[in-house]
Nanobody, 125 residues
Framework: QVQLVESGGGLVQAGNSLRLSCAAS????????LAWFRQVTGKEREFVAS????????YYKEALKGRFTISRDVAMRAVSLEIDSLKPEDTAVYYC??????????????????WGQGTQVTVSS
């Protein structure tokens, strides 16, 4: 059973960049898709990006393309999310998630069955 732990969140100023990391332990990541979601208090969890562990191809929410970059480090068993030009509206809890499969264009949280505990990102203006 894969377990996920996010890190890297914090308080940052608008315009800066931030790199979130998701460390995976246990189980195998082969044949899995890893994704990042975010959730603002009182709102639904929102898909950000996903990546195929085997192939490394990525998929982004269209509206977030350009400032977000998802990547994976096979040796470290980790997935990262780099956020550039941070905006106050990026403030949210960011979650890492995993699902079995090879296709990355799954953006519904119900498709993912393994979740981390989340890391808070707060962007000040």
């Amino acid at each position: 059973q894969v377990q996920l732990v996010e890190s890297g969140g914090g308080l940052v100023q608008a315009g800066n960049s931030l790199r979130l990391s998701c460390a995976a332990s246990g189980g195998t990541l082969s044949g899995h898709v890893l994704a990042w979601f975010r959730q603002v208090t009182g709102k639904e969890r929102e898909f950000v990006a996903s990546i195929s562990w085997n192939r490394g191809n990525a998929y982004y929410k269209e509206a977030l393309k350009g400032r977000f970059t998802i990547s994976r480090d096979v040796a470290m068993r980790a997935v990262s999310l780099e956020i550039d030009s941070l905006k106050p509206e990026d403030t949210a809890v960011y979650y890492c998630a995993a699902k079995s499969g090879y296709y990355v264009d799954y953006d519904a949280q119900g498709e993912y069955d393994t979740w981390g505990q989340g890391t808070q990102v707060t962007v000040s203006s």
